[in-house]
């Protein structure tokens, strides 16, 4: 059987203040119509069963935007390593053997994805753990990078994976021809657990073996599984995505996006921009004018607004942790 997991538990603070923890943006139809979870779920008619794994909060939100899917829900929000540890034990249980390809739910993909997921998941029944590798346009930092190793036919090796590199780094792994994670995973459970039994998911897996999850998530940390797993298997492969594929992680992702006007203005919702180029104007029901900038990110949701360069825009992680902080 095939199995499609959809990971849909994160908060996407760079997307703030349209997204925010009680509506994170995999919920939010920020490029059209359907929500990004939505359009995640319409995109793996082919699986056999289709899971959600999500965290307590949004438990009835996914039911409600994915009927059809068996929802899991983590006893602790620890990012997507523990979270993609007790999924995958969990489908093993209900499921039995099978290929699993677990996707995040905060992409924009366009074109022919299935030809990609069935090579990943053939990949995945040959015993690999695979990744999805994409063509990098720019030295972004806030993804994980893959050195493609020696081809195994209709996938290559990985000889190195490295999460979220510095910018000299990530400019290097560029040049050298290195891919984007697009962060999508195909593995069998047996692989995959088999990969998270040393390092720090360790505490997890010995928990889930022992029936008692809640203890396990109790003592292991919060860790992506890129970090948790990926940086330091033998046994991955990269399947070169066969599809458009754009990370809606920032808002300056979401510009390239978005069609923009003649100057280069990306606007979600209503607003006057004069002598402003480059611009993203966002906002539910505030009216944004804007005069004489450029590269500027205005977003105005409820009762906050935001004011960001572009090339900023990933420190609104920072900003978000900063006032979380402060209540
Ligand atoms: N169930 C669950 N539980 N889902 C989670 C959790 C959690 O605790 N934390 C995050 N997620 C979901 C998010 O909603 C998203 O759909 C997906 O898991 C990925 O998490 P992100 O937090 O968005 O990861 P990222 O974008 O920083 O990095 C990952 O994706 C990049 C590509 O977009 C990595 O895999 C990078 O290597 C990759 O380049
Ligand atoms: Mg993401």
């Not at 994160?10 to 990004?36: I, N, V």
């Not at 699993?100 to 299935?114: A, I, K, Q, T």
């Not at 900038?293 to 205005?298: H, M, P, Q, T």
């Not at 906050?304 to 900063?322: G, I, M, N």
């Amino acid at each position: 059987d095939t199995v499609a997991l959809l990971l849909a538990g994160g908060t996407g603070t760079r997307l703030y203040p349209a997204s925010r923890s009680d509506r994170p943006k995999q919920f939010l139809a920020l490029d059209g119509e359907r929500s990004l979870l939505r359009q995640t779920a319409d995109r793996v008619g082919f699986a056999d069963h289709v899971y959600v794994a999500t965290r307590e909060a949004y438990a009835d939100r996914v039911r409600d935007i994915v009927p059809e899917a068996g929802v899991l829900v983590e006893p602790a929000a620890k990012d997507t390593g523990p979270a993609l540890a007790y999924a995958t034990h969990r489908v093993r249980d209900q499921v039995g053997p099978c290929a699993m390809l677990c996707l995040p739910s905060d992409h924009r993909v366009r074109g022919d994805f299935e030809p990609t997921a069935e090579t990943a998941l053939a990949a995945a029944r040959d015993g690999f753990l695979a990744t999805v590798g994409v063509e990098p346009t720019r030295p972004a930092t806030g993804y994980g990078y893959i050195e493609p190793g020696p081809d195994l036919g209709d996938y290559r090796e990985v000889a190195a994976f490295r999460e979220k590199p510095g910018e000299e780094a990530a400019r290097e792994y560029v040049e050298r021809g290195w891919l984007w994670n697009a962060g999508m995973f195909a593995w069998t459970p047996d692989a995959f657990l088999d990969a998270a039994r040393d390092g720090p998911l360790r505490p997890l897996g010995d928990a889930l073996d022992a029936g008692d999850p809640e203890r396990g998530f109790e003592r292991v940390d919060a860790v992506s599984v890129d970090y948790a797993v990926m940086e330091d298997t033998e046994n991955a492969v990269v399947v070169p995505a066969g599809f458009d594929w754009d990370d809606l992680g920032s808002w300056d992702a979401l510009a390239r996006v978005l069609d923009a006007d003649a100057d280069g203005n990306a606007v979600l919702g209503d607003a006057l921009a004069i002598d402003t180029a480059d611009s993203v104007l966002a906002s539910d029901d505030t009216h944004v004018t804007a005069i004489g900038v450029e590269n500027l990110v205005v977003a105005a949701y409820d009762d906050r607004v935001l004011v960001v360069p572009r090339e900023k825009s990933q420190r609104v992680r920072d900003a978000v942790r900063a006032l979380r902080e402060d209540g």
